[in-house]
C-alpha cells in the first residue's frame, strides 16, 4: 500500500527545472568542432614495393587491424595483403584461431 508520494507543486517546479538545465549541459557538451572523418580506401598497398616490405618488416607484430590502421585500408583487404606477404615470403605465420592470423617478419 505504500509507494511513492505525491510531490508538492514547488517540488515538482524544481525537478522540471533541474532536468532542463541538465539538458541544456548535454546539449552544450555535444555540440562542438565536427569530428574529422577518414576515408578509408579498399586498395592496399603494392606487395612489391621494397618500402613497403621494409616498413612491415620493421613491426614486431603483424596483425589485419595492425596493418589496416596503419595504412588506412579495409580489414578485409588487410589480410589479403598479409596473405600476399606471406605468400611472398616477407612475413611467415605464428599463430591463427578462427578469425584471426598473427604473423612476424621473416628472418
Known amino acids: 500500500m505504500g509507494g511513492k508520494k505525491k510531490l508538492g507543486i514547488k517540488q515538482m517546479e524544481?525537478?522540471?527545472?533541474?532536468?532542463a538545465a541538465?539538458?541544456?549541459a548535454k546539449k552544450e557538451k555535444?555540440?562542438?568542432?565536427?569530428q574529422k572523418k577518414t576515408t578509408i580506401s579498399i586498395i592496399a598497398p603494392d606487395v612489391r614495393d621494397d618500402k613497403v616490405v621494409a616498413e612491415i618488416?620493421?613491426?614486431n607484430v603483424l596483425t589485419p587491424y595492425a596493418?589496416?590502421?596503419?595504412?588506412?585500408?579495409?580489414i578485409s583487404a588487410a589480410k589479403d595483403f598479409l596473405e600476399?606477404?606471406?605468400a611472398n615470403g616477407a612475413i611467415q605465420l605464428v599463430?591463427?584461431?578462427?578469425?584471426l592470423k598473427i604473423y612476424k617478419p621473416a628472418a
Open 14 to 19: 524544481k525537478q522540471q527545472e533541474d532536468k
Open 22 to 24: 541538465e539538458d541544456k
Open 30 to 34: 555535444k555540440t562542438g568542432p565536427p
Open 57 to 59: 618488416k620493421k613491426m
Open 67 to 74: 596493418v589496416a590502421t596503419r595504412y588506412g585500408i579495409r
Open 84 to 86: 600476399q606477404l606471406e
Open 95 to 99: 599463430s591463427r584461431s578462427h578469425s
